[in-house]
């Protein structure tokens, strides 16, 4: 049996059988609806259902029941239960085109035992254009890609990466070690649809876990020495203090934030931390218990994000003014 899907937004149309999904028929289709780990994690195809009823194999972790009450699927999980018609979650701000580039190594650093710095340019670019938050996918010898987030503001044709090394990871742990200045990576960018919302003025909850940083860093660093910049509050969860990089950048970002406070929060720390423990989101609930006035920034581990939104939502938060990503780690596109 096959259902027709209606794009309010584009008038666009497609057809979908039961028994797939939202976005394998979209893109079979050549309908392009905004899509990343194809694994449920990530959240990047979230969409609104505004008429018509869909279902779930197993329901995605990028996605709350609080959220799918409130109209929201997930494109890449969800099996159409009727004719539908839906629209992307967010009447977004039109994003710079996604260009194929020959992106040239300047430098690879260590920032902790897990995580390096990578800075690219792109020789044939005078700027790259994107919004701060969104990321680029590294195309790999097999075709298949790998997503990492831009780490500083737009500005110029050179940008920074925060990468973690997944184990038994083909880019982060075979390839990335190897690679020197003046290597090239095949790269494309920018995409993905969590970025910055400048409309939605109110005081600012960035949460991160690990690398999640990175987008996190993306906007802050466009927001810096803004005088319409408001109230940042940054919780950034690591495991264990060793894997808090950038710490002496975050401390300087205090004079050049509005407002800005910083809260790291570790996992797994040692005896000789003082700070404070436990998971990142559980921190934000005992410090904030009334989050109805926030826009709300979450990043990196899928687990994190669904706690987060779950019990931010407890404590007021609007489900319109929550924006995430998930970093599902080594995901594999090649072949997709
Ligand atoms: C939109 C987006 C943005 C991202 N941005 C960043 C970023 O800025 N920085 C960053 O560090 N990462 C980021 N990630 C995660 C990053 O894309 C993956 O870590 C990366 O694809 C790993 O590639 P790899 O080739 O090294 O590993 P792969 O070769 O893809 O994976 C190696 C093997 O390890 C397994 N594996 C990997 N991680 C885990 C895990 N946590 N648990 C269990 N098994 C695992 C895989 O299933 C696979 O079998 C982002 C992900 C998304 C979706």
């Given at each position: 049996m096959t259902h027709r899907v209606h794009i309010a937004e584009s008038d666009q149309m497609f057809e979908v059988a039961s028994d797939e999904t939202l976005l394998t028929a979209a893109l079979r289709s050549n309908v392009n609806l905004a899509h990343d780990c194809q694994l449920g994690g990530c959240g990047t195809c979230r969409i609104k259902l505004l008429e018509g009823a869909v279902a779930y194999e197993e329901f995605p972790l990028a996605l709350t029941p609080e959220e799918e009450a409130a109209g929201y699927?997930?494109?890449?999980?969800?099996?159409?239960?009727?004719?539908?018609?839906i629209m992307p979650a967010r009447a977004g701000i039109e994003a710079p085109e996604t260009v194929r580039?020959?992106?040239?190594?300047?430098?690879?650093?260590?920032?902790?035992?897990?995580v390096t710095r990578l800075v690219l340019e792109v020789p044939n670019a005078d700027h790259l254009d994107f919004l701060p938050g969104q990321h680029m996918n590294v195309i790999m010898p097999d075709g298949g890609t790998r997503s990492f987030s831009m780490a500083s503001k737009p500005d110029g044709n050179r940008v920074d990466f925060h990468i973690r090394r997944v184990e038994r990871g083909a880019f982060t742990e075979r390839q990335l070690p190897g690679l020197k200045t003046g290597d090239v990576l095949d790269v494309e960018l920018p995409l993905g649809s969590f970025h910055f919302h400048a409309e939605d003025y109110?005081?600012?909850l960035m949460v991160a876990t690990g690398t999640g940083?990175?987008?996190?860093?993306?906007?802050?660093?466009?927001?810096?020495?803004?005088?319409?910049?408001?109230?940042?509050?940054l919780y950034w969860g690591t495991r264990t203090a060793?894997?808090?990089?950038?710490?002496?950048?975050?401390?300087?970002?205090?004079?050049?934030l509005y407002e800005f406070n910083y809260v790291p929060v570790l996992s797994r720390a040692d005896a000789a931390w003082s700070g404070r423990r436990g998971y990142v989101q559980d921190a934000v609930g005992d410090d904030l218990p009334d989050l109805s006035e926030h826009a709300i920034y979450l990043c990196g581990s899928p687990e994190m994000i669904s706690s987060a939104k779950q019990s931010f939502i407890a404590r007021?938060?609007?489900?319109?003014?929550?924006y995430s990503e998930g970093f599902l780690l080594g995901h594999d596109t090649a072949g997709r």
């Open positions: 699927a997930l494109a890449c999980q969800a099996l159409p239960r009727s004719d539908l018609v580039h020959a992106a040239t190594v300047c430098s690879v650093v260590p920032a902790s035992p897990l109110r005081p600012l940083l990175a987008p996190i860093k993306s906007m802050l660093d466009a927001l810096m020495d803004d005088p319409d910049c408001p109230p940042v509050s060793a894997d808090l990089y950038i710490r002496d950048e975050i401390e300087a970002w205090k004079s050049r007021g938060a609007s489900i319109e003014h929550i």
